[in-house]
């Protein structure tokens, strides 16, 4: 089992910046591939960026290429999402979730087996 905990939300003006954490738990990370992703209110939860377990192959929703990057410290276990560039419509609850892989990261939501309790991201005009 592993156990997901996000931090960093919070409330910040459009074009500011935010760094979520997410910090795990219960086995080592180090064998487990990691996604964020969001949910708006009205709106399915979707894949914002994701990670392989190395550190070495990311993948970046196209809403958000360019602003946001994804990465990992082994050590720390945890995974970052540093979040630039915010606009109103990156307002949401962001959550990461987990998977064992020594490979691949995941971009579908029933890829993943753990998840956090999400924090909630609001971006004003």
């Known amino acids: 089992q592993v156990q997901l905990v996000e931090s960093g939300g919070g409330l910040v003006q459009a074009g500011g910046s935010l760094r979520l954490s997410c910090a795990a738990s219960?086995?080592?990370?180090?064998?487990?591939?990691v996604g964020w992703f969001r949910q708006a209110p009205g709106k399915e939860r979707e894949i914002v960026a994701a990670i392989t377990w190395s550190g070495g192959s990311t993948y970046y929703a196209d809403s958000v290429k360019g602003r946001f990057t994804i990465s990992r410290d082994n050590a720390k276990n945890t995974v970052y999402l540093q979040m630039n560039g915010l606009k109103p419509e990156d307002t949401a609850v962001y959550y990461c979730?987990?998977?064992?892989?020594?490979?691949?990261?995941?971009?579908?939501?029933?890829?993943?087996?753990?998840w956090g309790q999400g924090t909630q991201v609001t971006v004003s005009s």
């Open positions: 219960g086995r080592p990370f180090s064998s487990y591939a």
């Open positions: 979730a987990a998977r064992r892989s020594d490979t691949y990261y995941y971009i579908r939501l029933d890829e993943y087996d753990y």
